[in-house]
Structures are given as structure tokens and as C-alpha cells.
């Protein structure tokens, strides 16, 4: 049986785009085991994965590059005799821990002078490989072998039960059609659809007979609080009040997902749920949702993408011009659930 150690991104929509990598892998290596090294933030996404054996937390946070304990933390998984591992971000730090662990194949993209830690480096062709799940796909590929397309899709399953359970547990029924509105996004501020938008197509979903739940993380919860404040005192702000396991299975229950790109987006288009995706400055040729449901909502300026966490020109047109009218007119007219 094959022992693979993959060293997983650190933002939660990138861990959704590594599953087609693993299930090549598996593919590739029937049986294998395949563990991931991952923040604590990712773990719960992970473990739903069914081509995950193990999560293996990565204490490491954003820009730490702590070298001592990554050589500790190496040294514990010797034990462990992985045949190779796949780094996927493409810092140097994060190389350092499976070369400590004395995996014999580590498998990246050169980057970062990483040739001394990667003996299986492979050099990114960007044109040939646009998207980014592509390229995590890729390094489940013998270096120089094309990438076997077309690609699976992320696919995230929650059982029956499980769905019940949080629906019990947060007192919600499913009797009138559920719009989940994902109003954060981690990466900055450019990225984010305006709340008085997201609270006017709240209004306009309400009047439809949707029922409207506010989805996000901690950090997310003053915007939220925001679109409530904003005339909206039917929707359920549930921001802060779920962990991630328990956002999916709710995410589950939706016949529609407006969503700004975000981890959530990729995991509403991984659930296969109704998915409007609001793009700014970042770009769908790049880390689209992948799902057939999904429609991307974009405005085509002579700025954007920017890739900026704050908008460099200070007007916000990217997403100011994307009207909650014109998000209007891509909701689903028979919601199906």
C-alpha cells in the first residue's frame, strides 16, 4: 500500500480544489493511504473528504516560519514511512517539513529555491495549466505525463442524518425554499459584495417566499449584522455560530447560494447547490466554482481582476456596478432542492 503525505493550502477554497488530485491519486494508486498536513481551519472540510486517511494538523499559521519545530514536527512523521508527499502551496517552508520527515519522492512546483528540499520539482507551464485545480491535479501525474482530463469535480456528500441533526440542532425547517447568502470573504475586502446589496436581494428573495440564512465565520458577523440591520429582521444571521462541518450540512439544505468568492462558494459548488458566484477583483479563469449549477456574476472592466485585497483605484466599481437588480435576474425561477 502506497503512503502519501499531502501538504495542503492554507484557505479553505483551495482544499475543496484538491480533491480531483486526490482522487487521482487514488486512482493512480488503488488502496493508497493518503494523509493531510493542514491548518486547523481546514480540518473539518478534510475529514469529509472520503479519499482523506488523516488530517495532521499544521500549527504553523500565515507566515511562520518557526524552522526548529518544523524540523520536530518532521522528524515525528519518520515514523510514519510515507513513499512520497505532494506539497501544494509553493513556499520554501512548507517544503521543509516532509525533506525532516525523510520521505523519499516530494513532488511541487519549483519555487521559492526549493530544488534542494523537492527532488521531484516540476516547473509550472501556467499557460497549459490556467486553473488552479489543475495544477494541484497535475502533481498526482509521473513528472512530464499530460494531465488526464477532463478533471472530477469537487464533490462533497452530507449524509441524511447529518443534515437533520443541524437542522434540529438550529430549530430550521425546510417547509419554504432556502436562499444561504455567504456575504465574507477572507482574503480582503475587494472581494465582498456590499451588505446593503446582499440586503436588498434579501428583501427581493423574501418577497418570492425564500427564507434567507446568513452564512460565514466569526469575522463575518458585523457584515451580517449589517444585512439584518438593513430592513432584513426575518433573516437567521447564523455568522459565528457554526463550525465548518456543521456550515456544510446546512449549505446542503439550500435551493440557492449567493455567494462573494470564497471558501464557501467552493463548497456550495462541491454540494452542487443552486450557486451565484459574485466575482471583483479576483478572476473566475482562475479559481471558477465548478459545478454546472453555478453561474458566474462578473462585470468585464478595464481593472478587474486587480487581485488586491482593497480596491488600488478607491472607486469599487467591480462590484458597486454589479446591481442587486442585476443579481436579480439570475435567481432561479423554480427553486429545486
Same mark, same amino acid.
Given at each position: 500500500?502506497?503512503k502519501?503525505?499531502?501538504v495542503?493550502?492554507s484557505?479553505?477554497?483551495?482544499?475543496v480544489?484538491?480533491?480531483?488530485?486526490l482522487?487521482?491519486?487514488?486512482q493512480?494508486?488503488?488502496?493508497?493511504?493518503?494523509?493531510?498536513?493542514?491548518p486547523?481551519?481546514t480540518?473539518? #472540510? #478534510?475529514r469529509?473528504?472520503?479519499e482523506?486517511? *488523516?488530517?495532521?494538523?499544521?500549527p @504553523?499559521g500565515?507566515?511562520?516560519?518557526?524552522?526548529?519545530?518544523?524540523?520536530?514536527?518532521?522528524a515525528?512523521?519518520?515514523?510514519a $514511512? =510515507?513513499?512520497?508527499?505532494?506539497?501544494?502551496?509553493?513556499?520554501?517552508?512548507?517544503?521543509?517539513?516532509?525533506y @525532516?520527515?525523510?520521505?523519499?519522492?516530494r513532488?511541487?512546483?519549483i519555487?521559492?529555491?526549493?530544488?534542494?528540499?523537492?527532488?521531484?520539482?516540476?516547473?509550472?507551464d501556467?499557460?497549459?495549466?490556467?486553473?488552479?485545480?489543475?495544477? @494541484?491535479?497535475?502533481? *498526482?501525474?509521473?513528472?512530464g505525463?499530460?494531465?488526464e482530463?477532463?478533471?472530477?469535480?469537487?464533490?462533497?456528500?452530507?449524509?441524511?442524518?447529518?443534515?437533520? *441533526?443541524?437542522?434540529?440542532?438550529?430549530?430550521?425547517?425546510?417547509?419554504?425554499?432556502?436562499?444561504v447568502?455567504?456575504?465574507?470573504a477572507?482574503y480582503?475586502?475587494?472581494?465582498?459584495?456590499?451588505?446593503n =446589496? =446582499?440586503?436588498?436581494?434579501?428583501?427581493?428573495?423574501?418577497?418570492?417566499? =425564500?427564507?434567507?440564512?446568513?452564512?460565514g465565520?466569526?469575522?463575518?458577523?458585523e457584515?451580517?449584522?449589517?444585512?439584518?440591520a438593513?430592513?432584513?429582521r426575518?433573516?437567521?444571521?447564523l $455568522?459565528?455560530?457554526?463550525?465548518?462541518?456543521? *456550515?456544510?450540512a446546512?449549505?446542503?439544505?439550500?435551493?440557492?447560494?449567493?455567494?462573494?468568492?470564497?471558501?464557501?462558494?467552493?463548497?456550495?459548488a462541491?454540494?452542487?447547490?443552486?450557486l451565484?458566484?459574485?466575482?471583483?477583483?479576483s478572476?473566475?479563469?482562475?479559481?471558477?466554482? #465548478?459545478?454546472?449549477?453555478?453561474?458566474?456574476?462578473k462585470?468585464?472592466?478595464p481593472?478587474?481582476?486587480c487581485?488586491k485585497?482593497? $480596491?488600488?483605484?478607491?472607486?469599487?466599481?467591480?462590484?458597486?456596478?454589479l446591481?442587486?437588480?442585476?443579481?436579480?435576474r439570475?435567481?432561479?425561477?423554480h427553486?429545486?432542492?
Amino acid at each position: 500500500m502506497k503512503k502519501i503525505l499531502v501538504v495542503a493550502p492554507s484557505w479553505v477554497g483551495d482544499c475543496v480544489l484538491m480533491q480531483p488530485m486526490l482522487q487521482r491519486l487514488i486512482q493512480r494508486h488503488p488502496g493508497a493511504q493518503i494523509d493531510v498536513l493542514a491548518p486547523p481551519w481546514t480540518e473539518k #472540510l #478534510l475529514r469529509q473528504l472520503p479519499e482523506v486517511h *488523516a488530517v495532521i494538523r499544521n500549527p @504553523f499559521g500565515h507566515g511562520a516560519f518557526s524552522f526548529s519545530a518544523r524540523r520536530r514536527l518532521g522528524a515525528q512523521l519518520r515514523a510514519a $514511512c =510515507y513513499d512520497q508527499s505532494i506539497v501544494l502551496p509553493n513556499s520554501w517552508k512548507s517544503a521543509l517539513i516532509p525533506y @525532516f520527515a525523510g520521505i523519499p519522492l516530494r513532488t511541487g512546483f519549483i519555487g521559492e529555491w526549493r530544488f534542494g528540499l523537492l527532488n521531484d520539482a516540476r516547473r509550472l507551464d501556467k499557460t497549459r495549466l490556467p486553473l488552479m485545480v489543475e495544477r @494541484f491535479a497535475a502533481l *498526482a501525474e509521473v513528472k512530464g505525463a499530460e494531465l488526464e482530463r477532463p478533471l472530477l469535480a469537487p464533490l462533497l456528500q452530507v449524509p441524511a442524518e447529518q443534515r437533520a *441533526a443541524m437542522l434540529a440542532k438550529f430549530g430550521l425547517m425546510l417547509d419554504k425554499p432556502v436562499a444561504v447568502f455567504c456575504p465574507g470573504a477572507e482574503y480582503g475586502p475587494a472581494k465582498r459584495w456590499p451588505p446593503n =446589496y =446582499y440586503a436588498e436581494l434579501a428583501q427581493h428573495l423574501h418577497a418570492q417566499g =425564500y427564507v434567507i440564512w446568513l452564512i460565514g465565520s466569526p469575522k463575518d458577523k458585523e457584515v451580517a449584522d449589517k444585512i439584518v440591520a438593513l430592513g432584513n429582521r426575518q433573516v437567521l444571521n447564523l $455568522c459565528g455560530n457554526t463550525d465548518l462541518a456543521e *456550515a456544510i450540512a446546512l449549505m446542503s439544505c439550500a435551493d440557492l447560494v449567493v455567494s462573494n468568492d470564497s471558501g464557501l462558494m467552493h463548497i456550495a459548488a462541491a454540494l452542487d447547490r443552486p450557486l451565484l458566484a459574485i466575482f471583483g477583483s479576483s478572476s473566475p479563469q482562475f479559481t471558477p466554482p #465548478l459545478s454546472d449549477r453555478a453561474q458566474v456574476l462578473k462585470l468585464d472592466l478595464p481593472c478587474s481582476p486587480c487581485f488586491k485585497r482593497e $480596491c488600488p483605484l478607491g472607486h469599487f466599481d467591480c462590484m458597486l456596478k454589479l446591481t442587486p437588480q442585476e443579481v436579480a435576474r439570475h435567481i432561479p425561477v423554480h427553486p429545486q432542492r
